[in-house]
């Protein structure tokens, strides 16, 4: 299966919405576990699903998850079946559409604004007894070392027939994370951000590291000299 990504950019936003301010907390939060799709690249640009990778990759997302909303009441695992997985997917990428649809960051609050929890959702969490839900969407890709050197390669010939004036650089790997944390009291989405950054998509530090600044104001909070910790 050939894949879509952007191969370059960073974007860590401080969130793209939020109503929950910062403090201590009691809500009873439940996490599904996260669509992961990593893709790997071995000729040229072409990108290609690696399900065993993707699989891997959820399984460390959720753990991860888990560790930073580890609070006085821990985060847990919601299990649910596939048909209701499915729909809470659906539902959410839907939602992200209309969110991109729009052009700045001011139109996409609005949307995440006036969304209302649909009565689907809401029931949902009743019976999971959980207050927040939160539900992860992550695409990444990365290279083989042959075709990374090839790659690079490619980059110096091209360097050498512009005398240096242009030398493109491989992008290695490139994660995304998206979170939506919908909140049964609020009847909305109380939170809600986006992180790309080039890292491996598939190393759990690099992947805690990222869901660290993804969470930042809401589970997470670092200090003064990075240092990643729950709030």
Known sequence: MLLTFQLTGRV???????????????????????????????QGNKVYLD?????????????????????????????VDTATYSYVYR?????????????????RHLVLQNYILPDTLEALMKEQ??????????????????NYANQNLKGLGVGLLTLGMYIPTPVKSNSLLHTWV??????????????????????????????CELYQGLYTKKSADGVCGRL
């Open 12 to 42: 860590t936003p401080k969130y793209i919405h939020s109503e929950i301010s910062t403090g201590k907390r009691t809500e009873r939060i439940g996490i599904l576990k996260p669509i992961s799709l990593i893709g790997v690249i071995e």
């Open 51 to 79: 399900s065993t990778l993707s699989n891997q990759t959820k399984e460390v997302l959720l753990v991860n998850t888990l560790k930073i909303t580890d609070r006085e009441i821990p985060g847990k695992e919601v299990h």
């Open 91 to 107: 539902h959410i990428m839907t939602l992200a559409q209309k969110q991109y649809a729009q052009k700045g960051m001011k139109n």
């Open 129 to 146: 007894e959980v207050d927040q839900l939160v539900v992860t969407y992550h695409k990444g890709f990365t290279r083989t070392k042959k």
């Open 182 to 211: 919908l909140d049964r009291t609020r009847k909305t989405v109380a939170f809600s951000n986006v992180s790309m950054i080039e890292v491996d998509p598939t190393d759990a530090r690099s992947l805690m590291g990222q869901l």
